[in-house]
């Protein structure tokens, strides 16, 4: 071993480690370990060099969606462990082979402190990197299924170079409601079809009212033979109804002697129906808590919103979320999406749609990152869903091709469609040529609900015609909401 050249001073030997730190080797070179040092930069620089091959050789939205699965999270928890505890032993062999003791007491002492300290220090963004991914597995193990629920035939998987199985387009029902363990089915007042071309991430949001009536169900189905004619119930002891598309779930669920005594068959007749509704397959869907939403807005620190108008709320009108361009917690942004006083069912869909678009716009990476635990435990308890866990390495990066992709919205409201007396076949042509224009090359200048564009499989009109309009139904997913932010 060629003979060292000790270090002159505390100084010396403090900056030896801090470079030690960043360049594994380079203290055991000043400290004549010619050969350690020169292996641990090699080691350093191959590994260096790895990364950026993987990080040239695969698309970066490709690489976050691998990171989902469990088998991938675990081993990023293994491997940052021992990088931990790799760097902290080669600190303190570093700060060995660099002989403080030949250094004035003082400096013994001061030095020694300090590499401590280093050694604890660089295991910090390992720690926090294992912290992460501990807890990215077990909130999306919380919330995504591994296998099939009981009673389905398990799903195949899917091929990597194909994982959409030839689909050009990936329907997904965003369902919002105030979920309860101890409530028999769910209300689902608020209910969006997200339409997403796989290729572009181009996506329509479709928005159907909560009270929607004589729903149709696709024939041959359970529910189909015992509403032949539509969802009609007489009406409750108050007079209100609960055969709207809202109570579809919770009927189902309360029934399961129309499905040969099968239980949980909600969220399944819901897709269906308003697959059938629309004219398309919906593939998964995804239940949101409301008030579960809310402890996501906090999570990302809140969101601004251009409110147009005072909107109140509470029993005794005691609430306000006032009128401007401001930054709303959960609780208000809430309140200001599913306020009913002064208002009604479409102008809160507006405004429900609305939250959605500025979170779309809000929850930038740099946000979730720095918010990472906060939102990973408010999205734990936010949502329940049949998204296989397998397809969230295709999902995450399709979701994130949405965020910077065209995003438009149609609401089958007034005077689009009239909720008593839906026109079915309008629904489901203003439908298709909604998600036509979507997947177009070229920006769509409107999606008109032109007559002629049917199915032998859509829903029958029904004798009374709504009342509609032939202008452009769909909409930037945060037009009309009072500007832009």
Known sequence: ???????????????????????????????????????????????????????????????????????????????????????????VHSFVVLRPGRLPQTGQIVTGTLAGLLAVLVM?????????????????????????????????????????????????????????????????????????????????????????????????????????????????????????LNSVWEYADAHPEIFGGKQHQGPKVLMDTIGYTLGVKVDWYALVNMWGFARLIDAIGGVTLNVENDVVFGKYNEGLVKAGTRKLKGADAMWYARSRTNSDDYTRMRRQRCVLGALLDQADPATVLTRFNRIALATKELIRTDIPRRMLSHLVPLALKVKNAKVTSVQFVPPLINTGYPDWEKIRTVAAKAIRDSSAPKPALAATASPGVSSSSAPKKTPKKSTGTSTNPAKGLTEGCGGAL
């Not at 350690?36 to 939205?61: E, M, Q, R, S």
């Not at 194909?162 to 369902?175: C, E």
Request: a neutral charge.
């Open 124 to 244: 910090v963004p390992f720690g926090v990197l294992g912290q992460v991914a501990w807890t990215s597995n077990q909130a999306i193990g919380g919330i995504f299924q591994e296998d099939p629920a009981d009673g389905e035939s398990p799903a195949a998987q899917p091929k990597p170079e194909d994982p959409w199985a030839g689909r050009n387009r990936v329907n997904i029902l965003l369902l919002g409601g105030d979920a309860d363990d101890h409530r028999v089915g769910v209300r689902t007042d608020s209910m969006n079809l997200a339409s997403v071309d796989v290729k572009t991430g181009n996506t329509v949001l479709f928005s159907l009212p909560r009270n929607l009536e004589n729903v149709r169900f696709r024939p041959g189905t359970p529910m189909a033979q015992r509403f032949p004619n539509g969802f009609r119930l007489p009406p409750d002891a108050a007079g209100g109804r609960s055969d709207l």
């Open 1 to 91: 071993m060629q003979q060292a050249k000790r270090p002159a001073s505390a100084g010396e030997v403090l900056g030896w480690l801090v470079l030690a730190a960043l360049a594994p080797g380079a203290a055991h070179l000043r400290a004549g370990w010619r050969k350690t040092g020169l292996t641990l930069i090699a080691c350093y620089a191959v590994g260096l060099l790895t990364l950026l091959a993987l990080w040239l050789a695969n698309d970066v939205d490709d690489l976050a969606g691998s990171f989902t699965q469990a088998s991938q999270l675990n081993a990023v928890i293994v491997v940052v462990a021992v990088l931990g505890l790799a760097w902290f032993a080669l600190i």
